[in-house]
């Protein structure tokens, strides 16, 4: 079999659970891929044969998550007993670089997709070098002023002054997300090979002092130095709040009204099962206070 590394690839993450919205996601990368950027996907071996059969003819290299895990623990060893699930999503996203495939990737989730034409040019500046999701969460406090949620904002902003202590900067509190964002291999070799010796710690220990792997990477970019930081907006229209929807449409956009300034959109699919609108940010605060 044939193997390059190709410059730009796209990653998903996914399981049973969320095969359907998988589906409409890759369905949209191939309706939408101007210039034929591979998707991987990567899931559970159990799960494996249904995904290629609900896929069908959608184009789509799938491997499964003990591919990658496996790597992972032949240089760490092998997983914390209680290793929460919502962190061994987070592991596979951050290993995925070990499979040689690519210098970097854009991963995004199962409850994304796109809603018009894009190409390389969409997530690398030039041939070497990608972008970095970076800015400053306007569309998130624009809605948090204006419906009066403060703490929307106060959560991010501790949660995000304590990973910057990865970097070892202070200053302006920067989202790296939301997904899809784009990850450079370069990056994440040196959290490898010069963060985590020096820290004498593992990924697993990391992940678990630092529960999100969108500020993780981006305060390493910050840290590595390895790929000059050239930022940009979300590439996809965000709704973390049913009520952002709503508004969404009292306000009479569309599909097509976000295209012209968006690749696509994120509809999170923990509004129906959540008992409490609580914000990522909201959550992995807590978990932090918890380690404190």
Not at 34 to 51: E, G, H, I, R
Request: charged letters at 25%; hydrophobic letters at 35%.
């Amino acid at each position: 079999m044939e193997h390059k590394t190709k410059k730009i690839v796209l990653f998903c993450k996914s399981y049973g659970k969320d095969m359907l919205r998988a589906r409409r996601m890759a369905e949209s990368v191939h309706r939408f891929n101007t210039d034929n950027v591979p998707l991987y996907m990567s899931v559970p071996a159990s799960d494996l044969k249904q995904f290629k059969q609900w896929f069908g003819n959608i184009p789509c290299h799938f491997i499964t998550d003990y591919e990658i895990l496996d790597k992972s623990r032949q240089i760490y060893g092998q997983l914390p007993g209680r290793f929460p699930p919502h962190l061994l999503q987070q592991l596979i996203k951050l290993e995925f670089w070990r499979m040689g495939l690519c210098e970097n990737y854009a991963w995004l989730d199962s409850d994304s997709y796109f809603i018009r034409n894009f190409s390389r040019s969409d997530f690398l500046h030039d041939e070497t070098h990608p972008y970095t999701v970076q800015h400053d969460l306007k569309d998130l406090r624009d809605f948090a002023a204006r419906c009066n949620k403060p703490k929307i904002i106060s959560d991010f902003e501790e949660m995000a002054q304590t990973f910057q202590q990865i970097s070892g900067r202070s200053g302006f509190c920067f989202d790296f997300g939301p997904s899809p964002v784009v990850w450079s291999t370069h990056v994440l070799k040196s959290l490898h090979e010069e963060y985590l010796p020096k820290e004498k710690k593992s990924i697993y220990e990391l992940l678990e002092e630092y529960p999100c792997e969108l500020q993780l990477y981006g305060e390493a970019v910050h840290r590595s130095n390895k790929i000059p930081i050239l930022p940009i907006g979300p590439l996809f229209k965000v709704f973390h709040y049913a009520e952002q929807f709503y508004e969404s449409q009292m306000m009479g956009e569309s599909e097509y009204s976000i295209s012209k300034e968006y690749l696509g959109i994120v509809m999170q699919s923990n509004w129906s099962t959540a008992k409490k609108r609580k914000t990522i940010f909201d959550r992995i605060r807590k978990r932090l206070h918890k380690k404190n």
